[in-house]
């Protein structure tokens, strides 16, 4: 297995499941409803909603920079607001988040492996480290969304 291979594997578990600390992204959000998803149950904490939109912004940010964009996120990017908090606007922004993730892995699957030790962009993190640091990202705000659950009483 190379280490693009290695990259891939880690991205899918910490996104899709079979990662060995707990449950993956898609796992921590399988059948929470609109309402669930826009709650607040910890007033100074984004919800679990805001933190799936976050989560896609940042996967799509480094799927660009591997393209060769800076990809600087202003707040209203890193963090969208949630205005429409229907059952169907919960669904796109699942779908959203389900395309950022496979247009990163998409660009990860072509990447020359020789670059992975190149800083990703000029005065950036190398490759490794940055797609590293996307993993670890989206495990951390795994744990995020488990928490939230807890807190609005779902077991996860």
């Known amino acids: 297995m190379t280490e693009t291979?290695?990259?891939?594997?880690?991205l899918k578990r910490a996104y899709k499941g079979g990662a060995w600390h707990g449950p993956s992204v898609r796992e921590t959000l399988a059948g929470l409803?609109?309402?669930?998803?826009a709650a607040r149950p910890i007033s100074a904490a984004h919800s679990i909603w805001?933190?799936?939109l976050h989560i896609a912004a940042w996967q799509a940010a480094v799927g660009r920079r591997l393209g060769g964009?800076?990809?600087q996120l202003p707040t209203e990017e890193d963090w969208p607001?949630?205005?429409e908090t229907s059952e169907a606007a919960w669904s796109e922004a699942k779908k959203a988040l389900d395309q950022s993730h496979d247009s990163l892995v998409a660009a990860v699957s072509g990447l020359d492996?020789?670059?992975l030790d190149e800083p990703i962009l000029t005065e950036m993190p190398s490759i490794y480290v940055t797609l590293h640091g996307v993993i670890q990202h989206d495990l951390y705000h795994a744990g995020q969304i488990a928490i939230l659950k807890k807190a609005l009483g779902i077991a996860s």
């Open 5 to 10: 291979e290695r990259i891939l594997d880690q």
């Open 33 to 37: 409803s609109a309402e669930i998803a």
């Open 81 to 83: 607001v949630v205005i």
């Open 69 to 71: 964009d800076r990809a």
């Open 113 to 115: 492996e020789t670059r």
């Open 50 to 52: 805001e933190v799936v």
